[in-house]
């Protein structure tokens, strides 16, 4: 009996400590822990504030970056979207109980097309994120792409490049 109860007790208390964390961030930040609304548009913001504090942003930078994130967002959003809708026809189509080549390889092709023209978006905006940069700050972010690339990989998250 005691055996069992060690692990749920050290399961509640690390569950606690770290609503109790959240909270307390949430607070600092001036969120409500309770509106989870938005987590991704937040978070993303997060990360922003967090690489213009590494990079040493100035409020200009800040403003130009934010201005470049909001006017290629719907363009984001559709490329995201677009891609999405074909990874779901893709799986349907393998999923159903025939197969249709060519119907799998139009799905595959449409797949495809979409991840390319994301992946040019995203290279777009990225060019577009390091004009904003000074060469010291292009510098410094190049020598930490390596250690974000990993971290990403490791938690199962989009590389570095995909935001700045």
């Known amino acids: 009996m005691k055996k069992r109860i060690v692990p749920v007790a050290v399961a509640l208390a690390l569950t ?6 959240a909270a307390s961030w949430c607070q600092k930040k001036g969120a409500d ?5 938005g987590e991704r548009g937040d978070l993303r913001g997060h990360r ?3 690489w213009a504090t590494v990079l040493k942003l100035t409020d200009d930078q800040e403003a130009q970056v934010e201005g470049i994130f909001e006017a290629e967002r719907p363009v984001m959003t559709r ?4 891609l999405k809708e074909a990874r779901r026809d893709l799986r349907t189509a393998a999923e ?6 060519n119907a799998v390889r139009a799905l595959a ?3 495809a097309q979409a991840q ?9 905006v990225r060019s577009k994120l390091l004009a904003v940069l000074t060469p010291d700050q292009q510098n410094l972010l190049k020598s930490l792409q390596p250690l974000v690339r990993e971290g990403g990989r490791r938690r199962g998250g989009a590389e570095f490049g995909a935001e700045l």
Do not use: C, H, M, N
């Not at 606690?16 to 964390?21: C, L, P, Y």
């Not at 822990?33 to 609304?37: L, N």
């Not at 490329?79 to 677009?82: E, L, R, S, Y």
């Not at 159903?96 to 080549?101: A, L």
């Open 79 to 82: 490329q995201f979207q677009t």
């Open 96 to 101: 159903s109980g025939t197969f249709d080549e």
């Open 33 to 37: 822990p309770s509106d989870t609304a």
């Open 116 to 124: 390319t023209e994301l992946t040019v978006e995203r290279a777009r």
């Open 109 to 111: 092709q449409k797949k």
């Open 16 to 21: 606690a400590s770290t609503g109790i964390a």
């Open 48 to 50: 922003l504030d967090r």
